[in-house]
């Protein structure tokens, strides 16, 4: 049985469940480099097109958060879509996981951004 959790009833959401579905939702920099290497996971950065173009994970494809709805033939179902945008703050790779999970999308976020990405060592390309 699935329970949804609203801002009325959130409260009953027990800190088992939450750090469940948090380590569930969530990706580090370490597990991602890990799935991109299975080929488990679609990459997308939700961040505008000059910023991607700047610099972006290597593999991901750009979406920013507005368009998603236009374009969700772009991702595919078979793969865990990841999010991202900038860090830890940012708040448009929450917002665009709770878009694609809303179409039934799986999902998860990369905890801390193109930011955390970077200063755990790994790759970025662009211009």
Same mark, same amino acid.
């Given at each position: 049985m699935t329970v949804t959790y609203t801002p009325? @009833?959130?409260g009953e959401l027990s800190a088992v469940d939450y750090f469940r579905a948090k !380590?569930?939702? $969530?990706?580090? /920099?370490?597990q991602l480099q890990h799935d991109i290497e299975e080929d488990k996971v679609q990459i997308l950065d939700v +961040?505008?097109? $000059?910023?991607f173009k700047k610099e972006h994970i290597t593999g991901a494809i750009n979406l920013p958060l507005a368009e998603i709805g236009q @374009?969700?033939?772009k991702l /595919? +179902? @078979?793969k865990t879509i990841v999010t991202y945008c900038w860090n830890l703050t940012c708040a448009l790779? /929450? *917002?665009?996981a709770l878009? !694609?999970?809303? *179409?039934?999308?799986k999902v998860q976020e990369?905890?801390?951004?193109?930011?955390?990405? *970077?200063n755990k060592g790994f790759p970025v390309e662009g211009q």
């Open positions: 009325a @009833n959130v !380590l569930e939702f $969530e990706s580090t /920099p370490h +961040r505008d097109a $000059e910023s @374009n969700l033939s /595919p +179902r @078979n790779a /929450p *917002k665009a878009a !694609l999970a809303e *179409k039934g999308y990369l905890v801390g951004g193109i930011q955390e990405w *970077k």
